[in-house]
């Protein structure tokens, strides 16, 4: 059968395709669930089919309705009744009228620029709930984003508002090199005047160090968020030091990406692919964000041209800001250490998206 022509569809009524794409937000929400859950963990987001983690047991279709089953089921697995985050819900909802939205915003200019802005959307999603959750945006959303918008580009142009492919493509790549470009400056300028910084854990913590990352109290850090330079050096004094063939007591620790040094012995950091310690302190070298953010505004500017990425760099450190000094005022300075940086990158090339005309013809006044 073949597919209707861009004629038929546009003839159905405007609001017929609101409520679709309301609607396949939803199920695409549900999907989003699954990456937000599985990418972090390295599991593959197509098998197993959708699951209950507590009892492993496999959710029917009938009882895998976006929105609707978390309600009927208030919250619960239908087999072990263990409760389900209101996460599932949420994502699901958020990404419905994300779509929503996005329908209303682009839905003039035909089908193709409303879909690629769901897509760039769904992204910023997944992006934004794994990153307040793991302090990580995975390069299948990073990389993945940068090839996709590039390509995209090429194709539909018309994101970008040219009308021709190699145009489409330099806009992309400009973007792109841009976005990438000055993130990673303000993460070298970052590490330069912020080196390092003290972190303290509760009496007698256990730290783990594995072979791709620091499993601190607080949750895992990889090695590429820590050692961008040689130089860079977490330190600590162990209470106690446990590695595969042999065991410290009170000894200090200096670990760079070149040497491992433990008391007077010196080791290959590439030969010991397992460390657990007790502390209750350690100094980790500092950046002013991490390698994922540079990645994750190259993509941006690769779907949304450098205009968006000078917004979204001036506008998140507002943003970034504005819920500093909130959480400070409701006494919640520590909470302002810990959240990532990605969010509000996501949330500025939002308001971007959605009010770049607004924005540009304010600017164009001044």
């Given at each position: ?136 945006i995975p390069d299948e959303i990073t990389i993945g984003g940068i090839v996709a918008g ?30 990438g470009g000055l993130i990673y400056g303000i993460l070298r300028l970052g590490k330069l ?174």
């Amino acid at each position: 059968m073949p597919a209707p022509e861009p004629s038929t569809l546009a003839a159905v009524p405007f609001h017929f395709w609101t409520f679709t794409f309301f609607v396949f937000g939803c199920i695409v929400g549900s999907f989003l669930n699954v990456c937000i859950h599985r990418m972090p963990l390295g599991q593959s987001i197509v098998t197993p089919p959708s699951h209950c983690p507590h009892c492993q047991y496999q959710i029917p279709g009938y009882l895998n309705i976006p929105l609707v089953t978390w309600l009927w089921l208030r919250g619960k697995c239908a087999n072990c009744s263990a409760p389900i985050s209101p996460r599932y819900f949420a994502v699901e909802l958020l990404t419905g009228l994300t779509f929503l939205a996005t329908w209303l915003q682009f839905g003039g200019d035909g089908f193709a620029v409303p879909i690629i802005f769901c897509v760039l959307l769904a992204g910023f999603i997944v992006a934004t709930f794994i990153d307040l959750e793991h302090f990580i945006i995975p390069d299948e959303i990073t990389i993945g984003g940068i090839v996709a918008g590039v390509v995209l580009s090429g194709l539909f142009p018309e994101i970008h508002g040219v009308g021709k492919a190699a145009a489409g493509l330099k806009a992309a790549a400009l973007g792109g090199v841009m976005g990438g470009g000055l993130i990673y400056g303000i993460l070298r300028l970052g590490k330069l005047l912020f080196g390092q910084h003290r972190v303290a854990l509760p009496e007698s913590s256990h730290i783990t160090f594995t072979e791709n990352e620091l499993l601190l109290p607080t949750g895992p850090v990889t090695y590429e968020e820590l050692f961008y330079r040689q130089t860079d050096t977490v330190v600590f004094n162990a209470v106690r030091l446990e590695m595969v063939d042999r065991s410290y007591w009170n000894v200090d620790v200096r670990l760079s990406p070149a040497r491992l040094r433990v008391g007077q012995d010196e080791f290959d950091p590439s030969t010991v692919h397992h460390m657990e310690a007790v502390t209750s302190s350690l100094v980790l070298p500092r950046e002013a964000m991490g390698f994922g953010d540079v990645k994750f505004m190259a993509a941006i500017g690769a779907f949304l041209g450098w205009p968006a990425v000078l917004f979204s760099l001036m506008a998140s450190a507002i943003i970034g800001s504005v819920v500093g000094v909130t959480l400070i005022l409701a006494g919640r300075r520590e909470w302002s250490s810990r959240l990532p940086y990605g969010p509000y990158i996501a949330l500025a090339a939002v308001i971007w998206l959605f009010g770049r005309g607004n924005i540009m013809n304010w600017l164009m006044a001044r």
